[in-house]
């Protein structure tokens, strides 16, 4: 009897661990394309981070600012007339029960300050005293100029100039937390 042959296998998505690959690159189609004058600093701050991932320490201090800096975990709450809506849809006995996690409950309003927090300690680690960001709406710049002030670095945020008039209020905050914000024509 000859062996059952199996269907040729699928291909995968990449697991997120698998990418970028050893040569910085995204699967088939990315890679890690800097002037060539970033790469230092950038592979500086690559091997910062891949220590920080194997550190409990620095994994102890961000969780510790997420519940008392931040307000983490942040709270589920039910969507009540979306899952109303959704169930009125579908079949009797289906549809989806639909509750929104309050990240405008996090300090700063948004979720930005989870990821700003963790570049603010790996700038520590590194022996860095300044931190750069670019925004648009401004949100972004808000939470690292949070994070920077929290631990005394100095913070530079680009921000197009069409954006900083529209968005005066997040300019505002930005610079009240000590933040030097450049417009850029």
């Known amino acids: ?54 550190d409990d320490h620095f994994w102890d201090q961000l969780r510790e600012l997420h519940r008392t800096f931040v307000g983490r975990p942040t709270p589920l709450a039910p969507a009540i007339g979306l899952t109303r809506l959704a169930r009125s849809k579908a079949r009797e006995g289906y549809g989806a029960a639909i509750w929104l996690k309050r990240e405008d409950l996090a300090h700063t309003g948004a979720h930005k300050i989870n990821n700003t927090l963790g570049q603010a300690l790996l700038t520590l680690k590194m022996g860095k005293t300044r931190v750069i960001a670019e925004t648009g709406a401004g949100q972004h710049g808000v939470a690292t100029a949070t994070a920077a002030a929290k631990f005394g670095l100095q913070c530079d945020v680009y921000m197009g100039a069409e954006d900083v008039r529209r968005q005066r209020l997040n300019v505002t905050r930005m610079r009240l937390l000590g933040a030097k914000v450049i417009e850029v024509e």
Do not use: H, I, N, W
């Not at 059952?4 to 699928?10: C, D, H, I, S």
């Open 1 to 54: 009897m000859p062996p059952t042959q199996l269907p040729p296998a699928k291909p995968r998505p990449p697991k997120t661990s698998e990418v970028p690959d050893a040569a910085g690159r995204f699967g088939a189609y990315g890679g890690r394309y800097v002037p060539e004058t970033l790469m230092s600093a950038l592979e500086e701050l690559e091997a910062m981070y891949l220590r920080a991932q194997r």
